[in-house]
């Protein structure tokens, strides 16, 4: 048997369960089955074990708990199982310095040749709010980062900065477009996973996505995979119906909930998040923020500052195409579904002429509150 039949068998799965598993990814990263071959051989081949360093900046291991902690499916842990993690020190059996020779083996030794994941976002104000072996954040950012051949984003904070950038930001926390692009460094190798904490699902993907066709997925203004995050939560979600009918959970814990009802008047930013979380599901392919919550836009820049409260409805959403429409969740029903659904034909037509469709990630307009 072959180092990869091993590591089929160790997981309990036969070559015919491996193929079910790569249309599997095919499917999540919305290839067709006309990719499965590709992705088998990529995967089969990867048994080589291509080097990945996994660093940790301002964060709070959210993202290393979900990824190596999962559960579901199987087979992202055999996605993760065909990766060698030269560097993570929170995981690796060496530290101190025999850890440091690690990451400076495969960081120098191997350029160009390496996955850089990158957990936590980058203290660029108060460098020494982050040192890891007596270097600050900013220091092995700029190293890591030049020296790899893709860099993953994993989590809010490394792409955005989350809690820890929201305003007044004292440590200058910034997530890894922002500061990629402050450093004027090549961010066409940048993914950027922003759920927080991450899916595992996406880690996978992502990794089998590269491996397979040697770049990065497409992806949208904020370096996100379209394949993830090219549909709004609220397109997906099941409670949507209620919301176009206009029918809204009004107290938490009341009749409405079991009746599961659309939470938008309960906070829900679904109407301005893009994720596939609805499809994609947590905790085993069990559930999600929404199933047991509201959606609070944890992929979405700024959200600590954009989205607040968590638990009261945003200012307004604007019905699709017509522009200056503002809808308050107390409206939103029958009587404006004609002109919603004109609204969304020419919406339809207008984002096809400009090239948009299916593009996803476009800028979702949000108005302040009032005092």
Known sequence: MSEFDDILALRGFSRRDFLKG???LAAIMGLGQAAVPRIAQALEQSALRPPVVWVDFQECLGCTESTSKSRYPDFVNIVLDLISLEYHEA??????????????DTVEGQKGAYVLVVEGSVATKIPNAMTVGGRTSVEIAKQAISNAALVVAVGNCASFGNVQAAYPNPTGAMGMLAFMRDNAMDTAKLIQLPTCPVNPVHVASV????????????VDRWNRPLMHFGRKVHDECPRRAHFDEGRFVEVLGGPGEDERLCLYKMGCRG???YADCATVLWNN??????????CIGCAEEGFWDKFQDFYAPMPGVTVP????VRVGADTVGIGLAAATAVGIGAHFAFTAAKGRLGKGGEETVIEEKEA
């Open 22 to 24: 790569c249309a599997a």
């Open 91 to 104: 995981l690796m059996a060496g530290a101190g310095a025999q850890a440091e020779q690690n990451y400076s």
């Open 207 to 218: 990794i089998t996505y590269f491996l397979t066709y040697k770049k990065a997925p497409e």
């Open 271 to 273: 109407p301005h998040t």
């Open 285 to 294: 392919h069990e559930n999600w923020c929404v199933g047991s919550g509201q």
């Open 321 to 324: 195409g017509l522009r200056g």
